[in-house]
């Protein structure tokens, strides 16, 4: 058979696209791609896992074979070979394969087990080829290489990427928001983990619930100057859930001295909120537009596509063996989060271990029949809500979570999210989130509004029992 060489336009095509997606895209996802062999119409690539292969596949196939095909004018396929890093380097087995085993992966780092150790000295970057203790506050395993992205957090884990690469540079301070289990504490702490592992940058994580506690007990204690040392002399703060400090005001004042103490010093600062900082309430304003400073990023639901790669790589990551349908099948099921998807995922897993038995799609709709019931799934979401008062007022969806405040557009937001808080058991929190990230305040609002007309209007009712039969219907045929 014929060597075929198309090495050099390879290397040509990975500095081109290198230079198209720019530095942060393409480490997380080019790194790792090598070119192994090539036959006359194809080239094949190692990846380290079958989940890197996916998710290469579907965003970049396309994109690869374009340029390629530019560069030889021929049609080449690329095709992916799984090679496991572990096995690659030093022949040892691996409970996993995913990609954060490579040495050479920048975005991985050496966050791996140490059972894994893997880190052939000579082929890891300068100073980091010794193992290094992982970090007491930080879980091993938020890293970038475990946090799948999508369309929901492509502009989130970019941001958070670059900052972990040139702290205190980039982007200061750096706020991730968005709603419960949708990976603002993974990214955050992937952020102090990357850090970690290549520099000698002393980092703090911490919940600002618990910085708020210390702050109370060291001024009872009269332990101020401990504190304040503490938390100004560190080269990254993360703080998590700040939220919390609304109406802490004394823990607020002595965040604001801490915050200009970092940022003056070029220390790298990073927080995470469940809301945007507009909607915080109770907080002072010169904390306020701290916090507004730099680059705030928000996270939103995952897509299907993207609950469904979330599903695969943990499921490599437990090592276990799911069928693709059962991942469908609680990819279209559970929408919420992925704190969600995983306990489904969990749950799943523990049953078939304990019963010894093969995930079936048949024990997967059995066992999780509750999970999916529950009215905060797709049973009802609320973008069917939206979606089906958007099409009866001649409005679109965007105008529903939009800022537009126009009284056509007004009252059927208010008519939404009060039939939403009916109908189903999402907060509202989660409702004020799904409604272009209003606050709480605003939803009940909207509901008391709507209780009012329902008092001053008799057809009301019967106008808002019709939407709820609508959606219903609506929402049983999808
Ligand atoms: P939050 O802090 O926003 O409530 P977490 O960061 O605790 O959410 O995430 C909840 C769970 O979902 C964690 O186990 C986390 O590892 C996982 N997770 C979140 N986002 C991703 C992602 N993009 N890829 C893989 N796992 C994720
Ligand atoms: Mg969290």
Not at 186 to 201: P, V
Not at 302 to 319: F, G, M, Q, V
């Amino acid at each position: 058979m014929a060597e075929w060489d198309y090495e050099i336009f390879w290397k040509e095509t990975m500095t081109q696209i290198q230079t198209e997606l720019g530095e942060q895209e393409f480490s997380i996802w080019f790194i790792n791609l090598e070119y192994i062999k090539a036959a006359e119409k194809s080239i094949t690539a190692a990846v380290p896992s079958s989940f890197y292969r996916d998710q290469i596949k579907s965003r970049y196939q396309n994109l690869i074979e374009n340029k390629l095909k530019e560069l030889t004018g021929k049609e080449l396929t690329i095709e992916f070979e799984v090679v496991p890093r572990d096995k690659a380097a030093d022949g040892q087995k691996s409970p996993e394969a995913l990609p954060n085993n490579s040495e050479k992966n920048p975005v991985s780092g050496k966050n791996t087990p140490p059972a894994a150790g893997t880190a052939a000295a000579g082929s890891a970057p300068a100073g980091a080829a010794r193992k290094k203790d992982r970090h007491p506050q930080l879980r091993e395993d938020y890293t970038f290489d475990k946090y799948v992205i999508g369309e929901n957090n492509n502009f989130a884990a970019n941001a958070a990427l670059a900052v972990a690469k040139n702290p205190g540079v980039t982007y200061n301070p750096v706020l991730i928001y968005g709603g419960v289990g949708l990976g603002k504490t993974h990214l955050m702490q992937a952020i102090g983990n990357y850090i970690h592992t290549n520099s000698e940058s002393k980092i703090i994580y911490i919940s600002a619930e618990t910085f708020t506690n210390e702050f109370i007990q060291s001024t009872q204690e009269n332990k101020m100057t401990a504190f304040k040392n503490k938390y100004r002399y560190v080269d990254a703060l993360l703080i998590d859930d700040i939220h919390f400090l609304q109406k802490k005001i004394g823990t607020q004042e002595e965040l604001f001295y801490t915050f200009d103490a970092l940022y003056n010093a070029k220390k790298q600062i990073v927080f995470t909120c469940d809301r945007p900082v507009s909607e915080l309430k109770d907080i002072t304003e010169r904390l306020r537009s701290r916090f507004e400073r730099g680059l705030n990023v928000d996270l939103q639901p995952p897509n299907y596509e993207t609950r469904c790669a979330i599903l695969k790589n943990k499921i490599e990551a437990l090592n276990a063996n799911v069928p693709d349908e059962v991942i469908e099948l609680i990819g279209k099921n559970v929408s919420t989060n992925i704190r969600d998807l995983e306990s489904a995922l969990t749950k799943l897993n523990a049953y078939a271990k304990l019963m010894g038995r093969p995930m079936t799609i048949e024990i997967a709709q059995q066992q999780l029949k509750d999970v999916f019931a529950s009215p905060r799934q797709t049973n009802m979401s609320i973008e069917t809500i939206q979606r089906v008062i958007a099409e009866e007022k001649d409005l679109t969806i965007n105008d529903l979570k939009g800022p537009k405040r126009t009284a056509k557009i007004v009252l059927a937001r208010q008519l939404a999210m009060y039939i939403a808080r009916e109908i189903t058991e999402y907060s509202t929190t989660e409702l004020g989130q799904a409604f272009g990230g209003r606050d709480h305040t605003t939803v009940m609002h909207s509901c008391q509004k709507i209780e009012e007309s329902i008092r001053a209007d008799p057809t009301m009712d019967s106008t808002i029992e019709s939407l709820k039969r609508m959606i219903k219907e609506y929402n049983a045929k999808s």
